[in-house]
T-cell receptor
Framework: KAGVTQTPRYLIKTRGQQVTLSCSPISGHRSVSWYQQTPGQGLQFLFEYFSETQRNKGNFPGRFSGRQFSNSRSEMNVSTLELGDSALYLC?????????????FGPGTRLTVL | AQSVAQPEDQVNVAEGNPLTVKCTYSVSGNPYLFWYVQYPNRGLQFLLKYITGDNLVKGSYGFEAEFNKSQTSFHLKKPSALVSDSALYFCAVRPHTGGFKTIFGAGTRLFVKA
């Protein structure tokens, strides 16, 4: 079974631009979560989607948004990029997203904001 | 507040020696606990999880973890470390309630010296 895939793997943007990151979950997984990883803040939860609905959101500004499609693929969008948005963005999928589920992570998208 | 603590930023161990990476948690109710490993420029890989039952959980690559409810700890262990075990290790908790998100510790970098 193919793992979680994320595209692109690397992105370089400038302040003020917007960016869209994509995540394809493991086949059959319906829950997709997004995390931001930085050296200073560690892994921080962004949001979780299940059946095209956002079920939970972390403490990030409204510039961070996401969506999920009917095939469970998910995208996240960051508008008006700031230098502090430079990070590794990780996507994780699981069957149902419940507390017992194991999450499987993609390789991440490394975003650099100049 | 629900949280996970990894008290050591770094653990150094000689190849062939046993290793322990510490984790303590603070959640309401019974926790679901996970360990993940991250290699450079990669996403997180699932190692093992504790749901209920035996306090000693066995996982991938010879790792195991011991759940201790009275000490609210979930330490990761391996009887004999390998140089290839050198990586960043994350302890995580998924509370029974709180909406489909995972709370990660700050991570512990493990160095195994040949």
């Amino acid at each position: 079974k193919a793992g979680v895939t994320q595209t692109p793997r690397y992105l370089i943007k400038t302040r003020g631009q917007q960016v869209t990151l994509s995540c394809s979950p493991i086949s059959g997984h319906r829950s997709v979560s997004w995390y931001q990883q930085t050296p200073g803040q560690g892994l921080q939860f962004l949001f979780e989607y299940f059946s095209e609905t956002q079920r939970n959101k972390g403490n990030f500004p409204g510039r961070f948004s996401g969506r999920q499609f009917s095939n469970s693929r998910s995208e996240m969008n960051v508008s008006t990029l700031e230098l502090g948005d430079s990070a590794l963005y990780l996507c994780a999928s699981s069957l149902w997203g419940g507390p017992l589920d194991t999450q499987y992570f993609g390789p991440g998208t490394r975003l650099t904001v100049l | 507040a629900q949280s996970v603590a990894q008290p050591e930023d770094q653990v150094n161990v000689a190849e062939g020696n046993p290793l322990t990476v510490k984790c303590t948690y603070s959640v309401s109710g019974n926790p679901y606990l996970f360990w993940y490993v991250q290699y450079p420029n990669r996403g997180l890989q699932f190692l093992l999880k504790y749901i209920t039952g035996d306090n000693l959980v066995k996982g991938s690559y010879g790792f195991e973890a011991e759940f201790n409810k009275s000490q609210t700890s979930f330490h990761l262990k391996k009887p004999s470390a390998l140089v290839s075990d050198s990586a960043l290790y994350f302890c995580a908790v998924r509370p029974h309630t709180g909406g489909f998100k995972t709370i990660f510790g700050a991570g512990t970098r493990l160095f195994v010296k040949a």
